[in-house]
Nanobody, 118 residues
């Protein structure tokens, strides 16, 4: 099992920035990728940004391209999400997850709330 702990959320005005962090622990040795997801009220959880652990290739949802940047710690299973030029529609609970063996973990963390005021 993998345990995930997100932090860094908060309340920010539109146009502001936040940096989220996620620490993974447990069975991370065979981790293929880490990623950030979000779920807004009344909506399904969606992928925001992912990063392949080896090589560092990234994926971004169209809605966040050019504004969000995913990065990783150099030596430990920690991933970050730098969010700039935040918009009210970015308001959601943000979760991280790890991909092992071709699938994303079913063991989600508690997430961190991001609220962007207009």
């Amino acid at each position: 099992q993998v345990q995930l702990a997100e932090s860094g959320g908060g309340l920010v005005q539109a146009g502001g920035s936040l940096r989220l962090s996620c620490d993974a622990s447990g069975r991370t040795a065979t981790m293929y990728a880490m990623g950030w997801f979000r779920q807004a009220p009344g909506k399904e959880r969606e992928s925001v940004a992912t990063m392949r652990w080896s090589g560092g290739s990234t994926y971004y949802a169209d809605s966040v391209k050019g504004r969000f940047t995913i990065s990783r710690h150099r030596t430990k299973p920690t991933v970050y999400l730098q969010m700039n030029s935040l918009k009210p529609e970015d308001t959601a609970v943000y979760y991280c997850n790890v991909r092992i063996g071709g699938v994303w973990s079913s063991n989600w963390g508690q997430g961190t709330q991001v609220t962007v005021s207009s």
